[in-house]
């Protein structure tokens, strides 16, 4: 995934370089289009076990693609060395950081895990700030962070997945246990959201090309925003409506759509060419830890509101009212956090006045 954006970034040049981005988004949306409907289907109609082996083809094939047909590069700096003690470091950082948030909702916000993940997942980070500053070939270039486009970039992206991921883990529930959907209906409606973030990213990433970026990221998650508080409002209605909810994750999907493309767009330009394979991973690690962060965070709320609610954290002994509910208040926190990426996205520069000063 990291090599693949610095192999678009390199072919496309800077001034097709938003396009190409938005149609790799769109790639990936098809991705995230065919994962709950296959999977609804699976559940449906074989066992769930079967959600596990029906990757193992796609692995396969993946492969031999890779292998066929992605062109082979030079390699930038043959005299550079691979950061092993950083990597070390890295991994069990983020492990115990994801395992402290993951586990808040079971083990309890003040439990001896929690806090003692999260202790050691602060000092490792520690150790790895200090040590990428002095190695000589960082894993982490950290002087990236120090441009405010690449880190508001990065953290607006955090805060997208976690949006976007944090709904994939939630709304199952409620079409499947308030509105009696089945897990294929459910997968359908849950397709709404990346078939909307597939269709404006091109769109959205060719026009950052032209007007910058900094109107469409903060108007796309102005959009998501205005997307979650619809879905706010059905969910605490006396009667939900399922054709409302589903357009209000259709909006969401417009307003990621709209955001996704011209934000990497904007992470990329703020780093100079010699590091897009650097910008590029990370801005992939920011993605997936969002992804992880999104799931583990909705879980734990969701367990947490539920334990407040009826005094257990499991969702098939909530009534619909309480489940319901507890889904609702995990949403106005994702609304919240989609105004946060807002306010980031204005607040940073106009994406063509960067790529000016970079010339």
């Known amino acids: 995934s990291a090599n693949s954006v610095a192999i678009i970034v390199s072919v496309a040049g800077e001034k097709m370089r938003g396009k190409a981005l938005g149609f790799q988004a769109a790639v990936q949306a098809i991705g995230l289009c065919a994962g709950p409907t296959v999977g609804g289907w699976i559940v449906d109609a074989l066992d769930w076990r079967w959600v ?9 094939a993946g492969t031999l693609l890779a292998w066929l047909i992605v062109p082979e590069t030079s390699a930038g700096n043959s005299d550079s060395r691979f950061d092993t003690f950083g990597a070390l470091l890295l991994v069990p ?15 309890g916000l003040l439990s001896v895990g929690v806090i003692g993940n999260a202790v050691v997942g602060v000092v490792l980070l520690t150790g790895l700030v200090i040590w990428e500053r002095r190695s000589p070939d960082p894993l982490i270039p950290l002087a990236l962070f120090g441009k405010w486009s690449f880190a508001s970039g990065n953290l607006a992206s955090l805060l997208a997945n976690i949006i976007l991921f944090g709904l994939f883990f939630l709304m199952p529930f409620a079409f499947e246990r308030v509105f ?43 959009v998501v925003f205005f997307g979650l508080l619809l879905l706010c409002l059905q969910l605490g209605a006396a009667k939900p409506d399922l054709l409302l909810i589903t357009v209000s994750l ?11 493309a011209p934000n990497n767009n904007a992470i990329m330009g703020s780093a100079p060419v010699a590091e897009a394979g650097e910008a590029g991973s990370l801005m992939i690690v920011t993605r997936d830890l969002g992804t992880s962060v999104g799931i583990a965070m909705a879980a734990s709320l969701l367990s947490w509101n539920l334990r407040m609610l009826t005094g257990g954290s499991s969702t098939l002994n909530a009534s619909e009212a309480d489940l319901t509910h507890a889904i609702r208040m995990v949403v106005i ?22 790529a000016a000063a970079r010339r």
């Open 180 to 222: 009696g959907e089945s897990a294929l209906s459910a997968g359908l409606r849950l397709t709404t959201i990346p078939i909307a973030l597939g269709i404006l990213a091109p769109i959205s990433g060719a026009l950052s090309d032209r007007i910058g970026n900094r109107a469409l990221c903060s108007g796309g998650m102005l």
């Open 250 to 260: 259709v909006i969401v999907g417009i307003g990621e759509g709209a955001f996704f």
């Open 333 to 354: 926190v994702l609304a919240g956090l989609a105004l946060v990426a807002t306010a980031m996205s204005w607040a940073r520069p106009r994406g063509r006045r960067v």
């Open 52 to 60: 596990f082996w029906v990757n193992v083809p796609f692995g396969i």
């Open 93 to 107: 950082d983020l492990g115990t950081i994801m395992l402290a948030i993951n586990q808040v909702g079971s083990w």
